[in-house]
């Protein structure tokens, strides 16, 4: 099952019942503001009881980019809401296209944006929570803010326990993102993918982007192959099994390796 426990005041968050992906949502006074939806419907479920019996029910979900597995398991939520970036709207609806077969197949329809804003939206809902596109992780890569309890919501910009997923990577922008982060006011980080902690969590995530993306630069200016540079950088950052995928994806498709 799903663990969603109170992180701060109003806030609760915690892993998909594999450990794999977090959610949560903002008890506030309009009801909940759920963030992202895991990807199985049950952990959706289960996100979804706790939020209503917490804040009476959902009024809306925002997903911090447009990666399926921080979307899918709204399937089953009831009608509400949905609050995107521009940059996650654009994505998902591509990534809905790619997959719409096999999702139908598996039964999924995970609820679709109705509210997409540009670059930021203050949610006056007491508490006051502000969502922000900073993109970099996914296209659309936004953080959620609840600044009266010093909360962030960072999604996918922040990986901890395992590298993160590089294959749509944008590197400036992770990196000008994580930046920007360590700049606010923060004292609560919940990642897309590991542990909650404490805001220094921003940055080793910096400073893991630096030194990975310095190890990138200095293979490619030495024109290691893409095979070998993925054999390389998985040993070296703990890349294993499928997310060496993604590891090769990101080379080829956002940091200059061409195929062999
Ligand atoms: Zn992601």
Redesign the pocket.
């Known amino acids: 099952m799903a663990e969603i426990v109170r992180v701060a005041g109003p806030v609760f968050a915690g892993p998909s019942a594999d450990g794999g992906v977090n959610a949560g949502f903002v008890r506030t006074k309009l009801g909940a503001l759920v963030i992202d939806a895991f990807l199985t419907r049950e952990d959706g479920r289960d996100l979804a009881a706790v939020a209503e019996s917490e804040a009476g029910r959902i009024t809306a979900t925002v997903y911090t980019?447009e990666?399926l597995?921080?979307v899918l398991g709204s399937t089953d939520f009831p009608a509400g809401g949905v609050i995107v970036s521009s940059g996650t709207a654009r994505g998902l609806r591509r990534d809905l296209k790619r997959y719409g077969e096999e999702l139908e197949r598996q039964g999924l329809r995970p609820k679709l944006p109705t509210l997409i804003f540009d670059c930021r939206i203050t949610l006056p809902w007491d508490p006051e929570v502000v969502v922000v596109e900073l993109g970099g992780?996914?296209e659309g890569s936004t953080v959620v803010h609840v600044p009266g309890e010093r909360v962030l919501f960072a999604?996918?910009l922040v990986f901890r326990g395992r590298p993160p997923?590089v294959g749509?990577m944008g590197p400036e922008r992770w990196l000008a993102a994580l930046r920007t982060l360590e700049g606010w006011d923060v004292e609560t980080v919940i990642p897309?993918h590991g542990a909650t902690g404490g805001r220094k969590v921003l940055t080793e995530q910096r400073v893991w982007l630096e030194d990975f993306l310095g190890r990138v630069s200095e293979l490619r200016s030495a024109g290691t192959p893409l095979e070998k540079a993925t054999t390389i950088l998985a040993g070296e950052f703990g890349f294993e099994g499928r997310r060496v995928e993604g590891l090769r994806l990101g080379l080829q498709s956002r940091l200059g390796f061409g195929a062999d």
């Open positions: 980019h990666h597995d921080h992780h996914a999604g996918d997923f749509s897309g």
